[in-house]
């Protein structure tokens, strides 16, 4: 009785995988599972392996030891890490001006201009420009005696008085900032157009019946629609800029003072073979990422507070005519 029961049991199983409810319930299984694995085995399990190494004095060769909370304290205590946490103010200055020049531009683009495809196109074509070749570009551009000195002097500046853009304390950094800008504002402007023109044009209609001028319209109407985008886009740039490392990697190789921190990172990492400081650096800078994106939600939160309200207010008011 017992094994035809099994049997029974079997023969069902193998007809419900047969089935088209069961074939649906593996392949819903699988696309869960296979992506989490490969989430696990290539996010996950490396950084769980990086936090370790943190707590080690160890390099590619010689065998780990234990030294606790000491490779932590080093990041605090090198002047030339702190230093290079610093510069990150230079490029959050940037992602500023990035976000301000692209939200303005995106605004007027939204809107019927005379060839405003192909300027949208242009402006984005940076960003898809690879990192690499956007610093070989820079280089040779900022290079004494070349492009961005030629052009000067065709304005009339004499180069004996141009200054040296790539070693000139503080002017260096204002340059490879300027590069990042150039090749990333394309991408947060695509971003705002995209939801600029989602907002509804009878919104900007009744604006004008009311008497609103375009300004108005933006702070009351695009601004407080597109608060998401914003929010998205300060969280990446703001991110982005601590993180910065392929301008100042590539372009001036960290020299005059143009080391961010991932540069002085990959330097402790892979020249000097400190794996512990390393890996303790691109923790504290997790740390610190998590920290200005929970603030950067605060305060936007605290910024959009209106705009919530009056969306609940235009929702109850949907809910009302439905």
Not at 52 to 77: A, H, Q, W
């Amino acid at each position: 009785m017992t094994a035809h029961t099994d049997h029974k049991k079997k023969k069902s199983l193998r007809q419900w995988v047969r089935s088209r409810q069961g074939q649906q319930a593996i392949i819903i299984i699988a696309f869960m599972f296979i992506p989490l694995l490969l989430l696990f085995t290539f996010t996950y399990l490396p950084f769980g392996e990086m936090v370790k190494f943190s707590f080690f004095k160890m390099n590619y060769t010689n065998t780990p030891k234990y030294i606790g909370l000491d490779n932590y304290k080093e990041v605090f205590r090198n002047k030339e890490i702190f230093s290079s946490l610093k510069l990150c103010i230079y490029y959050m200055a940037g992602s500023i001006v990035q976000l301000a020049i692209a939200l303005y531009l995106a605004t007027m683009l939204s809107f019927k201009t005379k060839g405003g495809n192909i300027f949208k196109g242009f402006m984005f074509f940076p960003y898809l420009i690879n990192g690499i070749a956007i610093g070989f570009i820079f280089k040779f551009f900022f290079t004494r005696g070349f492009v961005f000195d030629s052009v000067l002097q065709w304005c009339g500046f004499d180069l004996e008085n141009l200054p040296y853009w790539l070693r000139t304390q503080g002017l260096n950094n204002v340059s490879l900032v300027g590069t990042s800008i150039w090749r990333y504002f394309g991408q947060n402007m695509v971003l705002f157009i995209g939801a600029i023109m989602s907002v509804d044009s009878e919104m900007y209609e009744a604006a004008e019946l009311d008497g609103a001028n375009k300004f108005r319209q933006f702070i009351h109407i695009i601004l407080p629609s597109i608060k998401t985008i914003v929010t998205l886009n300060v969280i990446l740039s703001i991110t982005g800029s601590l993180s910065a490392f392929e301008p100042p990697y590539v372009i001036t190789g960290g020299a005059n003072g143009t080391a961010t921190y991932f540069v002085v990172m990959n330097r402790i990492a892979h020249t000097n073979q400190k794996v512990g400081l390393a890996s303790a650096m691109a923790v504290v800078l997790l740390m610190i990422i998590f920290a200005a994106t929970i603030l950067q939600k605060v305060f936007f939160k605290y910024a959009f507070k209106n705009a919530n309200a009056e969306d609940q207010v235009v929702r109850k008011k949907k809910r009302q005519r439905g």
